[in-house]
């Protein structure tokens, strides 16, 4: 992985923006951002901002195999385009091989817990592998830890279980996912990681269980082999005792702003002395100033703690579904209007890619 060019970029799955994915077992999205035919124009809008060089996308299984077996050639060749159309533009690609969605089969039969799911996912990769120009980096899964939490024990997302026995067995799962699929990934030549997760848990009483959250939820995946870290960081959550306190913050998910929670994540993940990459920060707003001062304490949150940070990520390059949430949340550097798909670059998403420029003006300068 590159030290001498940082990655400024923005990210999305495909679920959330592409459209059409009615074989994935979420319903909701609908035709989203209508970026499986967009993407050249959303790449030229990003690439227009003159700052950002990197792009975080996903590829969708249940396009590519939407039946078992039966695998898309066109599904395949369009990831094959969206990897080019990033590389002609001199934009980094990152591709994320699961993001959240599954093929409806595939979690009707049993999710993670069917004995081939392991063999199946590892199909599914060494078609994708073998389809997709190299890119610059592999996600194999993202946030495996969230994926176990809404789907297992909350109860929210696909499969909807609200049976924590089986957290434990499904995670154990995903992580020999992530190994099974890590050689064939690798073996393109590009680095692999998992998009990790992580939440700043803090005690609103003497004994609470904020320290076992920050055990159980955000260091569980941090020690499987892989070439760099993957970070996703937004927020801060309270705990009393052993209630989580309701989200007070000034965000439309709730979600307070707390970048210190980001330096306290690249201390913990620097321990592994492995490069990182915040694959995802972002703010969900219609006060498009609130984005550009969080963008701001964040980049200035990850330039303290000193870690080995090789790239940032704001999470979302386009206003798109958020998963429980719908369309309601504005994540986006690019507003979205989902009636006509017009889009409409903010202000924040200028601000951010100046303030990616001079940074890495000031690394050039500094003969770095
Ligand atoms: C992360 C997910 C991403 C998006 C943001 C807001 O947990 O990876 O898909 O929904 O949250």
Redesign the pocket.
């Known amino acids: 992985m590159s030290t001498d060019r940082f990655l400024w970029g923005a990210a999305t799955?495909a679920y959330?923006v592409e459209g059409g994915h009615f074989r994935a077992d979420w319903v909701g999205a609908g035709d989203a951002c209508a970026h499986d035919r967009l993407f050249p124009a959303d790449l030229d809008l990003m690439a227009g901002l003159g700052g950002l060089n990197a792009y975080r996308f996903s590829v969708e299984w249940s396009s590519i195999e939407g039946v078992r077996g039966e695998f898309d050639a066109d599904a395949l060749a369009h990831y094959g385009e969206m990897v080019r159309a990033c590389n002609a533009r001199a934009i980094s690609p990152i591709v994320t091989l699961w993001?959240?969605s599954l093929p409806k089969w595939f979690t009707e039969r049993g999710g993670w817990l069917h004995p081939d799911a392991i063999p199946d996912f590892l199909r599914f990769a060494e078609h994708v592998a073998a389809a997709l120009p190299r890119p610059e980096a592999w996600i194999s899964l993202?946030?495996p830890n969230?994926y176990v939490l809404a789907g297992y024990v909350a109860g929210l997302w696909p499969p909807r279980e609200k049976r924590p026995d089986l957290a434990l067995r499904v995670a154990s799962r995903l992580r020999a996912a992530h190994r099974a699929v890590l050689p064939v990934l690798r073996a393109t030549g590009a680095p692999v990681g998992i998009a990790h997760?992580y939440a700043a848990f803090a005690s609103a009483s003497a004994l609470s269980l904020a320290p076992v959250a920050d055990l159980v939820f955000n260091r569980h995946f941090l020690r499987e082999p892989a070439d760099f870290l993957g970070l996703?960081y937004?927020t801060r959550f309270h705990f009393a005792g052993l209630q989580m306190l309701p989200w007070r913050g000034p965000t439309q998910m709730g979600w307070e702003i707390y970048p210190e929670g980001l330096e306290e994540a690249l201390r913990l993940f620097g321990s592994r002395r492995l490069p990182i990459i915040v694959t995802?920060n972002?703010i969900a707003t219609e006060d498009d100033d609130l984005r550009t001062s969080y963008i701001a304490a964040h980049i200035a949150a990850m330039r303290r703690s000193g870690a080995d940070v090789r790239g940032y990520f704001y999470?979302s390059l386009l206003d798109n579904f958020?998963?429980s949430e719908g369309f309601r949340p504005k994540?986006g550097l690019i507003g979205v209007d989902f009636a006509t798909q017009a889009r409409a670059v903010r202000p924040s998403a200028h601000a951010y890619a100046q303030m990616a420029l001079n940074a890495s003006n000031g690394a050039r300068q500094a003969g770095q």
Request: charged share 20%.
């Open positions: 799955s959330q993001h959240f993202n946030e969230v997760h996703n937004y995802e972002g999470w958020e998963w994540f």
